[in-house]
């Protein structure tokens, strides 16, 4: 399917220097289409591997409205309530202006190893900020159920047998890089 991401904070990157980001995500497929939003915070990333805070919430438009995804986030099973004020702090909705964006297309399968259920999915596309654009050539591999041990061993075998390379960087804080340099030479 294919993916367009945007990503919004404050002029003045209030969330992203705290470590918040709020994503808006249009999905399209044979299936149609629909939107996602998603709020990430803090956690560590350590050679390649993410973890982090996440709330996701399914959307009817691309219009992020900060109360009603709080209503809605808090409703699910996502991570705690608490953590997500500490995360959203007391930015308003109409302080949101959209930073950067990425569209990628991507292909998903889902297997298990050891004693686990991961999803592998295959990005590839394009970043885009400001003037400035990056292609996106990607696998990220998902822990759905199981043991984080079990994942750094499959990333190891493919780090080991197919040439790839852990990634620190996330797609977003790529953007917010591109973000800058394009802000430097106008």
């Known amino acids: 399917g ?10 003045d990157r209030v969330l992203f220097n705290k470590g918040t980001s709020i994503r808006v995500r249009l999905y399209e497929d044979s299936n149609g289409s629909r939107y996602e939003h998603t709020v990430k915070y ?26 009603e995804f709080r209503r809605k986030a808090c409703q699910g ?19 949101l202006v959209c930073l950067c964006s990425t569209y990628c297309e991507r292909t998903i399968y889902t297997f298990g190893f050891g004693d686990s259920m991961m999803e592998a999915c295959f990005d590839t596309g394009t970043i885009s900020a400001g003037s400035k ?3 996106i050539c990607e696998l990220e591999i998902e822990l759905e159920s199981g043991d984080v041990v079990d994942l750094k061993e499959m990333a190891q075998f493919i780090v080991d047998n197919a040439g790839a390379v852990p990634y620190d960087e996330s797609k977003y804080v790529r953007a917010v890089r591109l973000l800058d340099t394009a802000n430097e030479q106008e």
């Open 77 to 95: 099973d996502d991570d705690p309530e608490e953590i997500l004020d500490e995360a959203l702090g007391d930015i308003k909705s109409e302080d």
């Open 42 to 67: 803090g956690g560590s990333v350590v050679n390649g591997l993410h973890q982090r805070y996440e709330w996701n919430v399914d959307a009817d438009s691309p219009e992020f409205d900060i109360d």
């Open 2 to 11: 294919r993916l367009t991401n945007s990503y919004y904070d404050t002029k």
């Open 133 to 135: 654009c990056e292609d």
